[in-house]
């Protein structure tokens, strides 16, 4: 009995010098990451049975997904933001036809050494899912464009510069390359060369960004982008695209979006692009 009491005693202290020799490491979570997710589906339909005053039966949807992936430490902020949207339509018997198709990626590498003024490097590329059309008056089709073709990436380093939290802007030294296929005739041919066409066209020139993200109202946002390429050789060809959302939320899952979109390129065309959508829907942000 005197044996078996010992045991036990060696063992319960063989015990509590191993407990009190085991340090518990805490799980550190990284605060450097933030992110932020927001998706939207809008949905309109409508349909006519033995309707009078006419119209035509109509489906249409909208996807989008808007992302934000910022690392912020010391002196270093990396953001990197994504958009992307595609929506069809059916109007009748006229089939399906697409309404929108985005892909917008964007990474700004950060160099804070001011409170206002910043250096930095950045890199972006715009192009989209799914062939493109245009339809004529008797409803044929002319394919215009499709998945990377065009594509447009842009390199810039330069100084960045932000007066207030709701206006940032920046300005750089910029290399353009756009890339195409079937359709490099329309995008990335050089006007200049008459023995080929170039899928492929390489341009170095002046790039300026300007943001805007205002507050107007606690349920109310407005964003702006402004982004103007100028290529060195061609002043005249400046490449000008502004982005506009004004957004409100109904409540947790309702909101509506007021986005106008605007390009003007001359190498596609002398006058100016405006897409313009109106869209309420369900909104979720998951970060």
């Known amino acids: 009995m005197r044996n078996v009491l010992l045991l036990v005693s060696l063992i319960s202290a063989s015990t509590a010098l191993a407990q009190d020799s085991i ?5 550190s979570v990284d605060t450097s990451w ?14 006519f049975t033995d309707w009078a005053q006419g119209g035509d039966n109509a ?11 910022t690392y912020a430490v010391e002196v270093i902020e990396w953001m990197n933001s994504y958009k992307f949207g595609y929506g069809q339509a059916r109007l009748g018997s006229q089939g399906i036809r697409k309404t929108d198709d985005r892909i917008d990626l964007e990474s700004v590498l950060t160099y804070k050494i001011g409170t206002f003024i910043n250096p930095f490097a950045s890199v972006s590329l715009k192009t989209q899912f799914a062939e493109g059309v245009m339809y004529d008056a008797a409803g044929l089709t002319t394919p215009v464009s499709n998945f990377f073709d065009p594509a447009y990436i842009m390199q ?27 359709f490099a005739g329309t995008y990335s041919d050089d006007l200049e060369t008459t023995s080929e066409v170039e899928k492929s066209r390489i341009e170095g020139g002046v790039e300026s960004v300007t943001e805007v993200g205002w507050t107007m109202m606690e349920n109310v946002i407005f964003n702006a982008k402004l982004e103007i ?32 979109y605007l390009i003007n390129d001359p190498q596609i065309q002398a006058r100016t692009q405006i897409k313009q959508t109106l869209a309420l829907g369900f909104s979720y942000t998951l970060m």
Request: glycine share 4%.
């Open 23 to 27: 340090s518990v490491v805490p799980i």
């Open 34 to 47: 933030k992110h932020s997710i927001i998706i939207s589906a809008n949905i309109t339909q409508i349909s």
């Open 59 to 69: 489906l249409a949807y909208a996807l989008f997904l808007e992302g934000k992936s």
């Open 156 to 182: 810039t380093v330069g100084i960045g510069y932000q007066p207030t939290p709701e206006i940032k802007t920046r300005l750089g030294i910029a290399l353009r390359e756009t890339i195409a296929n079937t």
């Open 229 to 260: 390429f100028a290529p060195i050789k061609h002043l005249d060809r400046m490449t000008v695209r502004s982005d506009n959302t004004l957004s409100a939320k109904v409540n947790k899952y309702l909101s509506m979006n007021l986005n106008v």
